[in-house]
């Protein structure tokens, strides 16, 4: 199994990383299957699992459940669970505990949490007591309430310089890995450049380390809203609709279920049951 060593190693070989959510055991299964470096059990699971119009309802508990099943779904890969919305600040022990069960009870391989300032004595002390760490910067979805809105991040001179501050500090910190959501690519290249440790975009531009999508987002799955740096590969919600479409038709017309679908019993069962 890939780990944060050969994370490292593929950012210094120019080998690209390939991340991207799932949420449970048939979408783990899948990506696995399909060949991803790594899977990220999102608080995004939220939104697109759970029908939330944030993550800020996420619980510890749903990271747990979901990342237990993406964990029966995908054994052979490493697994990056988010700490959920106000599970990592307020004081080192609850956020230890926190990530305590997200790796000992749920198996999570690593925590993701986002933000800069208030959490840098957490990412230190996760990474001293053995927990890999992988920070998000730039667009952080568990701020929207303070931010205002979903918005890039970093677009003037003065938010560039403050997120290049930040992403060394991370680094600094013990990070292991960086995502960066929605960035100019221009500062994200920057970063690239400037930090050690591996870079995963997403509206980040094509500089980064690696990639990260959104499971959902990717194959087109129950999706309202596209953002723009997304990349819907496929249109798996056409698929489902015309499929259950075709059924429900079929039901109504009594032309499911068919021959090669029903139980039947011995004729001599059926004369004794009529007597
Ligand atoms: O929750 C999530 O899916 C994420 C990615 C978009 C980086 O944090
Ligand atoms: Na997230």
Do not use: W
């Not at 003065?158 to 100019?184: F, H, N, T």
């Not at 259950?244 to 011995?266: R, T, W």
């Amino acid at each position: 199994m890939k780990t944060t060593a050969t994370f490292k190693t593929m950012k210094k070989n120019n080998e690209k990383i390939a991340m991207v959510t799932a949420y449970d055991a048939p979408s783990a299964k899948l990506v696995e299957e399909a060949g991803v470096d790594v899977i990220l059990v999102g608080d995004s699971l939220g939104m697109v699992v759970l029908g939330y119009d944030s993550t800020i309802p996420v619980t510890l508990d749903d990271m747990i459940l979901h990342t237990k099943a993406v964990k029966r779904g995908a054994k052979n890969t490493f697994i990056i669970t988010d700490m959920p919305f106000l599970t990592y600040h307020s004081t080192i022990e609850e956020t230890m505990s926190n990530a305590r069960l997200l790796m000992q009870v749920a198996g999570a391989h690593a925590v993701k949490l986002e933000g800069n300032g208030a959490v840098i004595d957490k990412i230190e002390q996760l990474t001293k007591a053995g927990v890999p760490v992988v920070a998000h910067l730039g667009l952080t979805p568990q701020s929207v309430g303070v931010m205002g809105g979903y918005r890039v991040q970093g677009k003037d001179a003065e938010g560039a310089k403050q997120l290049i501050e930040d992403s060394k500090r991370v680094e600094d910190a013990g990070a292991s890995m960086l995502v960066l959501e929605c960035v100019p690519a221009e500062l994200a290249k920057l970063i690239q450049g400037q930090l050690s440790i591996p870079i995963i975009g997403i509206g980040a531009g094509v500089h980064t380390d690696g990639q990260v999508l959104v499971y959902h987002d990717l194959v087109g799955y129950g999706n309202g809203h596209v953002p723009k740096f997304v990349k819907q590969y496929t249109n798996i919600s056409g698929t489902i609709i015309e499929a259950v479409g075709l059924y429900v038709k079929e039901v109504k017309e009594a032309q499911f279920p068919e021959e090669k679908h029903i139980f039947s019993m011995k004729n001599e069962e059926l004369n004794r049951l009529y007597g």
